[in-house]
């Protein structure tokens, strides 16, 4: 999303209703000289790629949000997340830029998405015990540089 769709976007999303293309503009006219015909084209625009949703009321339309901020936000994080050539190299270097409130954040959504049957328990039980490494040979080769190349398996 360019940087005028996504000031546009910013005020579907904040709205949270449908909204007309004058209402768009008035406001976005509040920090920048935009004319009628171009939000009109952006919101179109935003229609075709499949952002937004249209419903013709008399000549106009009223646009909606298809998806949230959040979605769009996971989309661009899955985006370049599946351009990397080594996305667990990526993913350690983006928990790396965190501050420790988005890591909080992080943890949090993990345990939503594991839910409550994947949850550890939190009394150490008889059958928690934790498995016996096979010896030597008798599994995969261990290699220690394998630590350090997160993606080359």
């Known amino acids: 999303m360019g940087e005028l769709e996504d000031a546009v976007m910013s005020r579907v999303w ?7 293309v004058r209402e768009v503009l008035e406001d976005l006219q509040k920090e920048r000289s935009i004319a009628y015909t171009t939000v009109m084209t952006v919101l179109d625009n935003l229609h075709q790629k499949g952002w937004v949703r249209r419903e013709a009321e008399g000549r106009a339309y009223r646009y909606e949000a298809v998806s949230t901020r959040a979605a769009y936000a996971a989309a661009l994080m899955n985006d370049a997340w599946s351009q990397s050539d080594n996305p667990a190299a990526a ?45 030597r040979g008798e599994g995969p080769e261990e290699n220690p540089a394998s630590a350090q190349d997160l993606g080359g398996r």
């Not at 904040?14 to 007309?20: C, D, I, L, S």
């Not at 988005?102 to 008889?126: C, F, H, K, M």
């Open 14 to 20: 904040k709205w949270n209703r449908p909204v007309t």
């Open 91 to 135: 993913l350690v270097a983006f928990f790396g830029m965190m501050s420790e409130e988005q890591r909080r954040s992080l943890s949090d959504a993990v345990r939503i998405v594991q839910g409550p049957e994947t949850q550890e328990p939190t009394e150490p039980s008889e059958s928690a015990e934790r498995p016996e490494r096979p010896e």
